[in-house]
């Protein structure tokens, strides 16, 4: 960003008779003022002050709970180092380009969003809803809900990989006691419970009967 020059001024002579240019600059908010250097003239002072003020606004931000949410929700789906990529980034999921270029629209969706600080930034249910698979973080994607809630989406979750771990290996050919042998966890204690339930589960995805017949 930088001042416009709109004339080049008759030069002025200083005290030791040294020739100084002159130029009229015009800045983007429309002022214009004389300078001797227009290429180091980047807004007026006005424009200099409020863009600094802007400036150390911003930079205050990044000690909240919500830069530290858009933060880690970044790293978890861009860089492969951070400890959860794994689940994030090395599955499709991602960050809308809006999001992802800077913090600023994220924070102006927080707070038409319902956000309130201790709330979970939640892209799954919206994601699936719309169809995104694998899920997105985007305006349309995302919610706040609170902690408890999300635990109780991802307890959700973990059941779902699990029983479907379960169904694609009985469809793999595995008996249910090998299958219950390895995958049972904690569900009852006797080989018939732990059989019993590997087959409810089963029985619920509708494949035990289809298989067995
Ligand atoms: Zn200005």
Request: aromatic share 10%.
């Given at each position: 960003m930088s001042v416009k020059v709109l004339k080049h001024l008759a030069t002025k002579r200083d005290s030791k008779n040294r020739s100084i240019p002159q130029y009229?600059?015009?800045?983007?908010?429309?002022?214009?003022?004389?300078?001797?250097?227009?290429?180091?003239?980047?807004?007026?002072?006005?424009?200099?002050?409020?863009?600094?003020?802007?400036?150390?606004?911003?930079?205050?931000?990044?000690?909240?709970?919500?830069?530290?949410?858009?933060r880690s929700m970044k790293a978890r789906c861009n860089s492969p180092k951070a400890q959860s990529y794994k689940n994030y980034g090395a599955k499709g999921v991602s960050v809308c380009k809006e999001w992802?270029?800077?913090?600023?629209?994220?924070?102006?969706?927080?707070?038409?969003?319902?956000?309130?600080?201790?709330?979970?930034?939640?892209?799954?249910?919206?994601?699936?809803?719309?169809?995104?698979?694998?899920?997105?973080?985007s305006p349309d994607t995302c919610?706040?809900?609170?902690?408890?809630?999300?635990?109780?989406?991802?307890?959700?979750?973990?059941?779902?990989?699990?029983?479907?771990?379960?169904v694609s290996e009985y469809e793999r050919g595995r008996t249910i006691t090998s299958i219950a042998n390895q995958y049972y966890n904690g569900r009852g204690k006797s080989t018939s419970a732990k059989t019993k339930y590997i087959e409810s589960v089963l029985k619920r995805h509708k494949v035990w009967k289809r298989i067995r017949a």
């Open positions: 009229l600059v015009k800045c983007e908010c429309g002022k214009e003022w004389t300078v001797s250097a227009p290429n180091r003239t980047n807004n007026c002072k006005e424009c200099s002050n409020r863009l600094g003020a802007e400036k150390r606004k911003t930079h205050g931000d990044h000690n909240t709970a919500l830069y530290a949410i858009w992802n270029s800077a913090f600023e629209p994220f924070r102006d969706w927080a707070k038409t969003s319902g956000y309130v600080k201790g709330m979970h930034l939640d892209k799954d249910e919206k994601s699936k809803k719309l169809g995104f698979s694998p899920a997105v973080y919610q706040w809900i609170t902690q408890q809630a999300n635990n109780k989406i991802e307890l959700q979750m973990n059941t779902d990989s699990y029983e479907k771990t379960i």
